[in-house]
């Protein structure tokens, strides 16, 4: 009777517990979505209806399927207006799709008197080096009114505009390194497995070689006959050659230009695109 009733209390006891291991999981998770919905960031204490903004970023993200956040600050501790937006961007972990994903940031910095727009993931594509110019423009009439209401709204409004409006001929402008970066990011279990089979085939044609060889040496070669060489000449029957001109350092660099989107890379390694105005 007593091993049984040790029995079912270690049975209730581990029940206890993975109930309270699930039960905290549940809670962690819950504070995680609480914690990433988010996306008004007024350190400065300038807007005066900040929730109404979180209403308005709840509707769009949802309709626009990126994530979108704003910033206020009056301190970057020494950070550029770039560098505090995208370490903001990334440190939070936002991005609709997935963490440091597809998104936009504006920040409003106080410190260095400047309106920065940080973009990431798709939303580099269509905020295109123009049309963050151009919002800016409009946003830093209002930030020199002092009505920072306003600009968020006006940034708002822009995102919805670029995000519903795909851009004509718009095109990204990455550097090499920035290129070769992001391919191995997005294909690299392709690369691993082209890899991994040219090497298998470098191994299969090394040892069809070295089968062939042996092959050869046992019919030219033995103790008693010795080495037979065969005596064979190439005859050159034509040639001919062609010419290109080569493109100057100057005409390779004005192809980079038009109305794309330029990109950098953040202090954590993501790429990010934007653009910023003083004020």
Not at 13 to 33: D, G, N, P, Y
Not at 82 to 89: G, N
Request: with cysteine; proline share 2%.
């Amino acid at each position: 009777m007593k091993q049984r009733m040790k029995a079912w209390s270690r049975r209730g006891a581990a029940v206890c517990l993975v109930w309270m291991l699930c039960l905290a999981a549940l809670c962690s998770q819950q504070f995680k979505i609480d914690a990433a919905e988010k996306y008004v960031y007024d350190q400065a204490v300038l807007l005066e209806d900040a929730s109404w903004l979180e209403d308005q970023i709840s509707e769009l993200r949802i309709q626009l399927k990126i994530d979108i956040v704003i910033v206020t600050t009056k301190n970057t501790g020494g950070k550029s207006s770039r560098r505090y937006a995208d370490d903001f961007y990334d440190d939070h972990g936002f991005g609709f799709d997935k963490p440091r994903g597809d998104g936009v940031l504006f920040l409003i910095d106080m410190d260095n008197r400047e309106a920065y727009i940080s973009t990431c993931g798709k939303a580099i594509e269509y905020f295109t080096d123009a049309r963050i110019d151009d919002a800016l423009e409009a946003i830093v009439r209002s930030l020199k009114d002092g009505d920072y209401d306003e600009a968020c709204r006006e940034f708002l409004r822009r995102t919805e505009f670029c995000m519903k409006n795909e851009p004509l001929g718009g095109r990204l402008t990455y550097s090499y390194p920035q290129r070769l970066k992001l391919v191995l990011q997005n294909y690299w279990p392709v690369l691993l497995l082209l890899s991994a089979a040219i090497a298998a085939v470098c191994v299969m044609v090394m040892a069809h070689s070295s089968r062939s060889a042996k092959v050869a040496a046992s019919r030219y070669f033995s103790a008693k006959q010795g080495l037979h060489l065969d005596h064979r000449v190439d005859q050159l029957i034509s040639e001919f050659t062609t010419s290109r001109e080569i493109p100057r350092d100057d005409d390779r660099s004005s192809s980079s230009g038009g109305g794309g989107s330029s990109v950098h890379t953040s202090s954590s390694g993501t790429t990010h695109g934007g653009g910023g105005k003083s004020f």
